[in-house]
Each structure stands twice: as structure tokens, then as C-alpha cells.
């Protein structure tokens, strides 16, 4: 059974950081991504990471700021998230599919969420 689970949100202070993990069981997908969705908007792309590759695509407001890695040994994706903002909140879902995309259908599998929140 493919099970996703993400760690590592909370609550932070605009300009300070956040790590976080999405263990992967079951079995190996091709590309895993971050979306993050806030309330009342769509669910929207951050980052995306090919597993046997290196390659690595981040939407426009993440580039610079967060960095999508991966520890094929432990099956976890990352996020390290820094100088974050107050726009920046949302819940975060980890995605897994055969392929890589920017789209949340591109991505058959997704984790449950784990909520970042960001005071001013």
C-alpha cells in the first residue's frame, strides 16, 4: 500500500525557516512535488524533484527560497523552506507520480498535509 507522510510544518515567524519531510512507503515513484494550498484558493505547485535523476523544477515564488532534495536510502522527500512570509501559509502536501509535472493531476498519490503558518 503507497503511503505518504508528511512532517515537519508548524508555526514560524516571517523571515525564519522550516524543514519539511515526506516518507514515502510502498513503493518508488519516478518524481515527487510539493503543493500548498490556502484557504479558499486552489492548490497550487512549489517544487517537484525527479527520484533517479537530479533534476529539480520550484514555481516563481519559491525559487531562491525553498530547495526540494531527496535521501534514497531513507525514501524522504524534503522541503527546506527559508525566509518565509506570512504568504507562505498553507497546508503543504507532498505528491507522487510516474512522471514529473507542475499539475496536481499530474500526481496519482498525495500525503495527508501538515500546515505551515507564518506570523508577521
Known amino acids: 500500500q503507497v503511503q505518504l507522510v508528511e512532517s515537519g510544518g508548524g508555526l514560524v515567524q516571517a523571515g525564519g525557516s522550516l524543514r519539511l519531510s515526506c516518507a514515502a512507503s510502498g513503493r518508488t515513484f519516478s518524481a515527487y512535488a510539493w503543493f500548498r494550498q490556502a484557504p479558499g484558493k486552489e492548490r497550487e505547485f512549489v517544487a517537484a524533484?525527479?527520484?533517479?535523476?537530479?533534476?529539480?523544477y520550484y514555481a516563481d515564488s519559491a525559487k531562491g527560497r525553498f530547495t526540494i532534495s531527496r535521501d534514497n536510502a531513507k525514501n524522504t522527500v524534503y522541503l527546506q523552506m527559508n525566509s518565509l512570509n506570512p504568504e507562505d501559509t498553507a497546508v503543504y502536501y507532498c505528491?507522487?507520480?510516474?512522471?514529473?509535472?507542475?499539475?496536481?493531476?499530474?500526481?496519482?498519490?498525495w500525503g495527508q498535509g501538515t500546515q505551515v503558518t507564518v506570523s508577521s
Open positions: 524533484i525527479t527520484w533517479y535523476g537530479r533534476s529539480t
Open positions: 505528491a507522487a507520480g510516474g512522471s514529473i509535472g507542475r499539475r496536481p493531476d499530474d500526481f496519482g498519490s
